[in-house]
C-alpha cells in the first residue's frame, strides 16, 4: 500500500510558475514508475508527465514539453513537477499517480494502482 499526499496548487497568473510535490507514505516508494495526470471539469483525466523508478527516463505529453520538468527524490519519497510558463489551458485538478511500469521504466497508465487525492490549479489569463 502506497499513500499519496499532492501539495503546491494554487492561482497563478499566465506565465508564472508553480512545483507541485506528492509525497508518499508506506510501501518502498522507489518500487514503483510515477506520474503526473491532470483532469479538467468535463474532461478525462490525462497523463502529463511519467518518470522511472530511478528517475532517470522521463516523457511528457506535447502540450507540456518544454514547460513542465517532472522529477523524483527518492530519498524523501516524493516526485514534483515544476510548471513553467503556465498557460490558461492548464488549469485542471493535478493528480500523482504510482503503478506498474510499461515502455522505458515509465508508468503504465492501465496499471496505476494509487492515486494522490488531486490538487487544484488554476491559471488566469
Known amino acids: 500500500q502506497v499513500q499519496l499526499v499532492e501539495s503546491g496548487g494554487g492561482l497563478v497568473q499566465a506565465g508564472g510558475s508553480l512545483r507541485l510535490s506528492c509525497a508518499a507514505s508506506?510501501?518502498?516508494?522507489?518500487?514503483?514508475?510515477m506520474g503526473w495526470f491532470h483532469q479538467a471539469p468535463g474532461k478525462e483525466r490525462e497523463l502529463v508527465a511519467s518518470?522511472?523508478?530511478?528517475?532517470?527516463?522521463?516523457s511528457y505529453v506535447g502540450s507540456v514539453k518544454g514547460r513542465f520538468t517532472i522529477s523524483r527524490d527518492n530519498a524523501k519519497n516524493t516526485v514534483y513537477l515544476q510548471m513553467n510558463s503556465l498557460k490558461p489551458e492548464d488549469t485542471a485538478v493535478y493528480y500523482c499517480?504510482?503503478?506498474?511500469?510499461?515502455?522505458?521504466?515509465?508508468?503504465?497508465?492501465?496499471?496505476?494502482?494509487?492515486w494522490g487525492q488531486g490538487t487544484q490549479v488554476t491559471v488566469s489569463s
Open positions: 499517480g504510482a503503478g506498474g511500469r510499461g515502455s522505458y521504466g515509465l508508468l503504465d497508465t492501465a496499471r496505476v494502482n494509487y
Open positions: 508506506g510501501d518502498t516508494f522507489s518500487s514503483y514508475a
Open positions: 518518470i522511472s523508478r530511478t528517475g532517470g527516463t522521463t
